[in-house]
């Protein structure tokens, strides 16, 4: 616990001076953070999730040696969906611990589903922190019409469809990674248009460690958490 935390706060710490490694225009940037402790590496994975940011992710790792203990701080708005679930299989698989950046900074619909796929290098555990001023939100997936285009018959019937088929897909995730449905209760709570942005402590009641931005430690699931850090969403 305690070498996670002291990761984390190096991390948050070189933010600032950050090199970016990986950009490309309305993409996520992918930035290799200096954090001081040899054979690690954290990265930030920072703006809206489209096309290719899985192949971008993947590129940067593969620059690493084989053996490195890799975490990923994420801010997003959110993004593509099969993206998402992409970026979240890898981490599952890579055994990287996600990380939901602090200080105000969100992780929303598509990057909390990547969010999700996070685990610990050395246990292969679920390896899931938020930083307790971050804010990690679910919501339904949005279907999306163009006002310009005369939809069809079979138009419709697709756009009907695709909710079915996303579903599927993120069932299946979900099981891939060893999570049971309750997490795909998160994003039903709250209509595509809303977001269901969870609490520290619903956090900690859902398996996700939460990282104290005032002392540097990991909070205890078995205490309550002070007033001031459970009144942040």
């Known amino acids: 616990m305690t070498r996670i935390s002291d990761l984390m706060r190096r991390a948050a710490a070189a933010l600032g001076c950050a090199a970016t490694l990986v950009s490309a225009a309305s993409a996520a940037t992918v930035t290799r ?11 930030l994975l920072e703006g809206s999730i489209v096309a290719g940011d899985f ?27 099969s993206e998402g679930l992409q970026l979240g299989t890898l981490f599952h698989r890579a055994k990287i611990t996600t990380v939901v950046k602090g200080d105000g900074a969100i992780c929303y619909s598509a990057c909390a589903l990547a969010f999700l796929g996070g685990r610990d ?6 390896g899931r922190i938020k930083m307790s001023g971050g804010k990690l939100g679910f919501h339904q997936f949005r279907r999306t019409y163009d006002p310009l285009k005369v939809y069809t018959k079979a138009d419709y019937e697709a756009e009907v469809a695709r909710p079915q088929v ?14 049971d449905l309750s997490k795909l209760q998160l994003m039903l709570r709250a209509p595509s248009e809303s977001m269901n942005v969870i609490s520290n402590e619903e956090c900690l009641k859902r398996g996700f ?14 205490k309550p958490i002070p007033q001031r850090l459970s009144s942040i969403h």
């Open 55 to 81: 192949q971008r992710m993947t590129k940067a790792l593969e620059k690493l040696p084989i053996g490195t203990n890799v975490s990923v701080i994420l801010e997003s708005p959110g993004g593509l969906v």
């Open 166 to 179: 996303t579903t599927g897909l993120i069932v299946t995730y979900l099981k891939q990674i060893g999570e």
């Open 121 to 126: 290098f050395r246990t292969g555990l679920p």
């Open 33 to 43: 953070i200096e954090n001081g402790r040899p054979g690690t590496a954290t990265f």
């Open 209 to 222: 460690q939460v990282l104290d931005e005032a002392t540097g430690r990991l909070m205890d699931a078995g």
